[in-house]
């Protein structure tokens, strides 16, 4: 598997994510939305990786909330690594938290490894999603599960104007597929009880709202954070988001699927 390697969500882009999505989150729904993903799935006491880790908000969250033996989070960008790593240390966490920056392709990991893999909205970064999921199927400890959710799109064919230029203005190395590529891609692996669950109708009541945090409350203090250009561009991006999920053509899909025990 491969991802673009380099400083993609860089200290601006953290600030504007994590004002309209919550300090160490940089996708929607906060931790009423992980409880989903994860809903049902055993983690206590169990060793977990989180695949595109971030600033490490969602693995704390994880941590304190399902008490898992260890949980290791990885991301390709050093600087989201360092400020995961610090806010895990302020919390007291280092001892189950453990955040590592990766180079892009193979998981570092011996077979086996973990008990679950959780990854949230990040997944989208990985063009080739067979080799992703093969990968993620090599470092499950048999019977393990992953329980992950992504931004995918409607089809695996043309893409229509608006949702070209939505990923031209986001810029961030988009390998978009649709849930029945990724649903393949697991089942390809060896996954079974492959289970998808489409959000879209979910964040299409959402993101109205965050434009207009964006657009009101929030912009005069980004502005003085990260200027009014930067600002004005995130508000496009926005803009171009609501589109192509009121359209259908962004549908973020919870996955769910399981190693065979035997």
């Given at each position: 598997?491969?991802?673009?390697?380099?400083?993609?969500?860089?200290?601006?882009?953290?600030?504007?994510?994590?004002?309209?999505?919550?300090?160490?989150?940089?996708?929607?729904?906060?931790?009423?939305?992980?409880?989903?993903?994860?809903?049902?799935?055993?983690?206590?006491?169990?060793?977990?990786?989180?695949?595109?880790?971030?600033?490490?908000?969602i693995s704390q969250f994880l941590a304190e909330t399902y008490s898992p033996d260890?949980?290791?989070?990885?991301?390709?960008?050093?600087?989201?690594?360092?400020?995961?790593?610090?806010?895990?240390?302020?919390?007291g966490l280092e001892n189950q938290l453990k955040f590592i920056c990766v180079e892009?392709?193979?998981?570092?990991?011996?077979?086996?490894?973990?008990?679950?893999?959780?990854?949230?909205?990040?997944?989208?970064?990985?063009?080739?999603?067979?080799?992703?999921?093969?990968?993620?199927?090599?470092?499950?400890?048999?019977?393990?599960?992953?329980?992950?959710?992504?931004?995918?799109?409607?089809?695996?064919?043309?893409?229509?104007?608006?949702?070209?230029?939505?990923?031209?203005?986001?810029?961030?190395?988009?390998?978009?597929?649709?849930?029945?590529?990724?649903?393949?891609?697991?089942?390809?692996?060896?996954?079974?009880?492959?289970?998808?669950?489409?959000?879209?109708?979910?964040?299409?009541?959402?993101?109205?709202?965050?434009?207009?945090?964006?657009?009101?409350?929030?912009?005069?203090?980004?502005?003085?954070?990260?200027?009014?250009?930067?600002?004005?561009?995130?508000?496009?991006?926005?803009?171009?988001?609501?589109?192509?999920?009121?359209?259908?053509?962004?549908?973020?899909?919870?996955?769910?699927?399981?190693?065979?025990?035997?």
């Open positions: 598997m491969s991802l673009e390697q380099g400083q993609e969500y860089d200290d601006a882009m953290v600030s504007v994510l994590e004002q309209v999505w919550g300090e160490g989150y940089l996708s929607p729904g906060g931790p009423d939305e992980i409880r989903e993903i994860v809903d049902g799935v055993e983690l206590s006491g169990r060793t977990v990786l989180d695949i595109g880790c971030g600033t490490g908000g260890e949980l290791v989070g990885i991301d390709v960008e050093a600087g989201l690594i360092d400020l995961a790593t610090g806010r895990a240390k302020q919390l892009p392709g193979p998981l570092p990991f011996e077979d086996g490894s973990f008990d679950a893999v959780f990854s949230k909205d990040a997944m989208i970064h990985i063009a080739d999603k067979e080799a992703l999921f093969a990968e993620v199927f090599r470092v499950l400890a048999p019977g393990g599960v992953v329980a992950a959710c992504d931004w995918m799109s409607s089809t695996d064919g043309l893409f229509s104007a608006e949702l070209k230029r939505y990923i031209e203005l986001e810029d961030l190395g988009f390998g978009m597929a649709s849930p029945a590529r990724y649903r393949d891609a697991m089942a390809s692996a060896g996954f079974e009880d492959i289970l998808m669950t489409d959000r879209n109708a979910w964040y299409k009541e959402i993101v109205p709202k965050e434009c207009e945090a964006l657009e009101g409350p929030l912009y005069e203090k980004l502005t003085a954070t990260v200027g009014r250009d930067y600002i004005d561009h995130s508000i496009e991006v926005w803009r171009a988001l609501k589109l192509v999920v009121d359209r259908g053509e962004l549908r973020p899909t919870h996955m769910r699927a399981r190693k065979p025990a035997g």
